[in-house]
């Protein structure tokens, strides 16, 4: 256990002895062995939590608790393939595994020293078991720099993070470098924001570091409210003193000594565990009043975001940090000038500063020989929706969709047409078919009508209606306006309406003029970014899906079968097995037949279009048209 | 309804706790609804009070943020997933299940006070879409048949207690 790191001496012999035992652990010296259990959200609701407490149990049961050690990481980030179990020293990485297996892994693997195979990654092409995480293809072209330590190195303790990198660029920065070298070098690695739109990291902290004031405030914006988006989450959750690390070096550079992360509640784990590292680096010195002995003060608190979507822009963030409705302010003045408390203000997101530690570690330079021209780096995407590898895929800047869909994501599930990929979530747009072979990148995705984002990438097929999806984020836009400005508050509601029309077959080509016009009005008349972006989902589909849009209003017909208003459920009665199921299973009696005589009907008057029949007949004798 | 002796004391005791602190009413408030589920209105003037801040902006704050609620849930919170990765693996026909089986609509509470249904923003559970969150565990790719089933099981509960 570390004690104290007071000073630079200190701190390098700490790195020093946690960097060895943390070597040790992973290499399997002195015959040790480790067991690494996934401590992400998604597989602790997937039961990993007693999967960790079975290991813990047995390991202790068989007496082999001095030669093993076990303990929980943050999110591997191939969620679908959960809860997963890591073994050192011979990387052998095991998927969806559930309590009863442990006994298996302890068994045949801890005990035995062979790998229980039926618990392996299998290719779903080669249909060959891969036993280590490297091989598995969705990592095969992954880099990890926002996720460096996730699944390695147990987020609860200063140690591991000390044993792999931690604290390096804060000693570097502190030691060696002036505030404004740590701002050039920022500037030099291209660093953009990883929150949305994209701004240079570097010229905020450089207009912040221009104002004259005793007190200034960095601020981590961890409101990751972007529907679909869990890569802030996953970051604090498997690293958090990286990020901790990346708001110090902020904080140096442009001279503040307080530091505000500001994390959703719904994101319980991510809070707790970052609390636990700011008190163990508070109580060891890394957090405080004159940090290895140098004139840097720093301490670092925490609030917790509400539930609200407004609150992941900034000055409306800052807002709620003051204990008011999270409404935005006017800019100029900005945060950089006159934010938190009236006080300069930079805030960062938290992907944005997990990549700091490493710029300083490797150099701009280095950095910057990732990526494309305009954006450097790595960026998370959250791949989600109908995609058979759902998870966090941290890519370099400029790899394409297709790569990002097919070769990681591994394509589409059953068979299915690609249809859209929606990015930047409520504020962003689709991309379809002819996009996949862009290099993502800022101004690419811009270019294209989309915009980066947070990095919430959700995949569509053919089953997804257009114009049900711009509803649906219409919806989540309309009451998550904050109500400030009126085109925004009530623009937004009829946009919605007009959308619901559509839907239910009530609507004209007037309609959508009368949208394209609203959403212009939108746009030019918001304060910030939620209400001027608040039409593009509907904007960005009727572009890509032209067709989509008029096969609702001319032909009152849904494409994709999902508007209940516009299709019909019917039963073939050439397929019909008379077997009743579908009867029995309809929750309006409105199927009708004699069971071994008479094919079923259905009574569109009475259909209320839930799909039970088609769920429960057997023999694919129903379906929509 | 007058606030029992033991919550005021624990309300104040909050308020107490982040004395001095700079504009600590959301994290006040934050407090209050995990301690007591909901934030009345007369707490709410307590709160006000105590801070010295005026009524309207406690209700300001309260009413702005999905996190606070005026009144108080059912026993379980059954909250259903309609965040982007959910929603596109239709997880609208398992909220409209839930309220078809419970008879009551999302964000209202079972009579029996038993059940509240709520559409919840995005959980981060995308893997697992369709997600379900009761009481915070989170049941993985719900279908609509399944949901009788899991109400079932808490109703389960209720009978043995």
Redesign the interface.
């Known amino acids: 256990m570390i004690s104290e790191i007071r000073n630079v001496k200190e701190l390098d012999e700490a790195i020093d002895t946690c960097t060895k035992e943390f070597e040790d652990k992973i290499s399997g010296a002195h015959g040790k062995r480790a067991v690494l259990v996934c401590g992400g959200t998604g597989c602790l609701s997937n039961d990993s939590d007693a999967i960790l407490q079975e290991f813990k149990r047995l390991v202790e049961e068989k007496g082999l608790a001095n030669s093993i050690t076990v303990n929980h990481v943050g999110c591997f980030g191939f969620c679908s393939q959960g809860p997963f179990v890591k073994i050192y020293p011979e990387d052998t990485l095991y998927c969806k595994v559930k309590v009863k297996d442990v006994i298996d892994i302890v068994e045949e693997d801890l005990v035995g020293g062979n790998i229980v195979e039926r618990l392996l990654y299998v290719d779903p092409v080669t249909h060959e078991r891969v036993q280590r995480q490297d091989d598995i293809n969705f990592y095969k072209r992954q880099k990890r720099i926002s996720l460096h330590g996730c699944s390695l190195v147990n987020p609860d303790f200063l140690e591991e993070a000390l044993g792999y990198d931690g604290f390096k660029a804060l000693k570097k920065v502190l030691l060696t470098m002036k505030p404004q070298e740590v701002i050039d070098e920022v500037l030099a690695s291209g660093l953009r924001g990883r929150g949305g739109a994209g701004f240079p990291t570097g010229r905020k902290w450089q207009f912040a570091a221009n104002q004259q004031s005793d007190t200034k405030y960095i601020v981590c914006n961890g409101d990751e409210g972007d529907p679909g988006a869990f890569m802030d989450r996953s970051i604090l959750e498997g690293n958090p003193f990286e990020v901790i690390e990346g708001m110090m070096i902020a904080g140096y550079a442009f001279g503040a000594h307080e530091g505000y992360f500001y994390v959703r509640a719904e994101y319980p784990v991510a809070v707790e565990r970052l609390k636990t590292a700011i008190k163990d680096m508070e109580k060891v010195g890394l957090l405080g009043d004159h940090i290895l002995g140098t004139d840097f003060s720093f301490r670092a608190y925490i609030r917790e975001g509400a539930g609200a979507f407004v609150c992941g822009e900034e000055t409306a963030l800052l807002n709620s940090i003051e204990g008011k409705r999270g409404m935005p302010r006017p800019r100029p003045p900005f945060p950089a000038i006159k934010g938190l408390w009236g006080k300069p203000t930079c805030v960062n997101n938290v992907e944005t500063l997990a990549q700091v530690p490493y710029i300083i570690r490797v150099g701009a330079k280095e950095y910057a020989k990732v990526g494309t021209e305009g954006s450097k780096g790595t960026k998370v995407f959250a791949l989600g929706g109908k995609v058979n590898n759902v998870g966090l895929v941290e890519v370099p800047m400029g790899t394409t969709l297709r790569e990002l869909i097919f070769d990681i994501g591994g394509g589409i599930p059953g068979g299915k047409k690609f249809k859209a990929i929606q990015t930047g979530g409520p504020s962003g747009g689709c991309l379809t078919e002819e996009d996949l072979d862009t290099p993502i990148d800022y101004d690419t995705l811009v270019a294209k009508g989309s915009m980066m984002g947070s990095g919430g990438a959700i995949v569509m097929d053919e089953d997804n209606c257009m114009v049900d999806v711009a509803r649906f984020y219409m919806d989540f836009i309309c009451s998550e306006s904050c109500g400030k400005c009126t085109p925004c508050r009530i623009g937004t509601k009829r946009l919605y309406e007009m959308l619901s029309k559509i839907v239910e077959g009530k609507g004209t080509k007037e309609t959508l003029k009368e949208m394209k016009s609203l959403a212009a009005v939108i746009h030019q008349g918001s304060l910030c970014a939620l209400g001027q972006t608040a039409a593009n989902p509907i904007l960005s589909t009727m572009e890509k899906f032209p067709e989509e849009y008029l096969a609702h209003v001319e032909r009152k017909e849904c494409p994709a079968h999902v508007c209940k208003r516009l299709i019909r459920i019917v039963i073939n009665p050439e397929l019909c097995k008379k077997c009743s199921l579908c009867a029995r299973n309809c929750p309006v009696s409105a199927i009708t037949g004699v069971p071994g005589k008479e094919p079923y009907h259905i009574d569109q008057n009475k259909c209320i279009k839930c799909g039970a029949c088609l769920a429960s007949c057997r023999f694919k004798a129903i379906h929509k048209e | 309804m007058p606030i029992r002796q033991d919550a005021k004391e624990k309300i104040l005791a909050i308020c107490e706790s982040h004395k001095g602190e700079?504009?600590?009413?959301?994290?006040v408030?934050?407090e209050i609804q995990r301690e007591f589920g909901y934030i009345p209105f007369d707490v709410q003037e307590m709160v006000a009070n105590k801070l010295n801040v005026s009524v309207s902006?406690v209700y300001?704050?309260v009413t702005?943020?999905?996190?606070?609620s005026l009144n108080p849930k059912g026993k379980y919170v059954i909250g259903v997933c309609?965040?982007?990765?959910c929603?596109?693996?239709n997880s609208q026909?398992v909220l409209?299940k839930f309220e078809?089986v419970l008879g009551i609509k999302s964000g209202e509470t079972s009579e029996d006070g038993l059940f509240t249904i709520e559409a919840l923003?995005?959980?981060?559970?995308?893997?697992?879409?369709p997600?379900v969150?009761i009481n915070g565990?989170?049941y993985?790719m719900v279908?609509?048949?399944k949901v009788p089933s899991i109400i079932d099981e808490y109703r389960k509960l209720e009978e043995v207690a």
């Open positions: 700079p504009s600590p009413l959301m994290v408030l934050e902006d300001g704050v702005f943020y999905n996190f606070f309609l965040g982007t990765a929603y596109v693996k026909a409209d078809e923003r995005c959980i981060g559970a995308c893997a697992l879409a997600a969150s565990k989170v993985p279908a609509p048949s």
